[in-house]
């Protein structure tokens, strides 16, 4: 198993610019989520999914769609690009779609600098 | 809202010591707490999960408490090694809620 994959690992782009951050799970995990890391701040969720199809708002949603087609891909997508949005993005994901005592997955991580 | 605070923020011990991370978070109602290990430019990985009926886990040198009442959970690390130095984050998951609310995390330093 891969686990939690993520790409691209770095990324810089302009403001007003959009992209795809994506990621995959080969575990067939229901739930999957994106988070966002800030320096002092912790890591905040940006969005979750409980299954194919399904998806939610997270902490701050602002200025992030997604969607779940499959059960495998998660992709994250960067509507319009702020420099706010410069910040470490991290999926995750568990077996399961309900609250539970499942540990959580994390991907390694995409790196993006908006300038 | 819940709030989940570490302390200390960065701990610098030689290699061989015994340390304990603290974690404390304002809202008692949880379903679980997580401890995650955090290498620079790498993602969390997950150390010892605490259901919120259970006092605590081991997982070989780690090992996790859970005080629900008090809001409190600390993770002791027995005979630290260079290969610990990290950043060491605790998550809690609330009730009514899919998301783990994480603290700014404590950075480890073992020494040689």
């Known amino acids: 198993n891969a686990g939690v994959t993520q790409t691209p690992k770095f990324q810089v782009l302009k403001t007003g610019q959009s992209m795809t951050l994506q990621c995959a799970q080969d575990?067939?995990?229901?739930?999957m989520s994106w988070y966002r890391q800030d320096p002092g701040m912790g890591l905040r969720l940006i969005h979750y999914?409980?299954?194919?199809?399904?998806?939610d708002q997270g902490e701050v949603p602002n200025g992030y769609n997604v969607s779940r087609s499959t059960t495998e891909d998660f992709p994250l997508r960067l509507l319009s690009a702020a420099p706010s949005q410069t910040s470490v993005y991290f999926c995750a994901s568990r077996p399961t779609g309900l609250i539970s005592t499942d540990t959580q997955y994390f991907g390694p991580g995409t790196r993006l600098t908006v300038l | 809202k819940q709030e989940v605070t570490q302390i200390p923020a960065a701990l610098s011990v030689p290699e061989g010591e015994n340390l304990v991370l603290n974690c404390s978070f304002t809202d008692s109602a949880i379903y679980n707490l997580q401890w995650f290990r955090q290498d620079p430019g790498k993602g969390l990985t997950s150390l010892l999960l605490?259901?919120?009926?259970?006092r605590e886990q081991t997982s070989g040198r780690l090992n996790a408490s859970l005080d629900k009442s008090s809001g409190r959970s600390t993770l002791y690390i027995a005979a630290s090694q260079p290969g610990d130095s990290a950043t060491y984050l605790c998550a809690v998951v609330g009730t009514g809620f899919q998301k783990l609310v994480f603290g700014t995390g404590t950075r480890l330093l073992v020494s040689p």
């Open positions: 999914s409980v299954g194919a199809g399904i998806t």
């Open positions: 575990m067939n995990h229901e739930y």
């Open positions: 605490i259901q919120s009926s259970q």
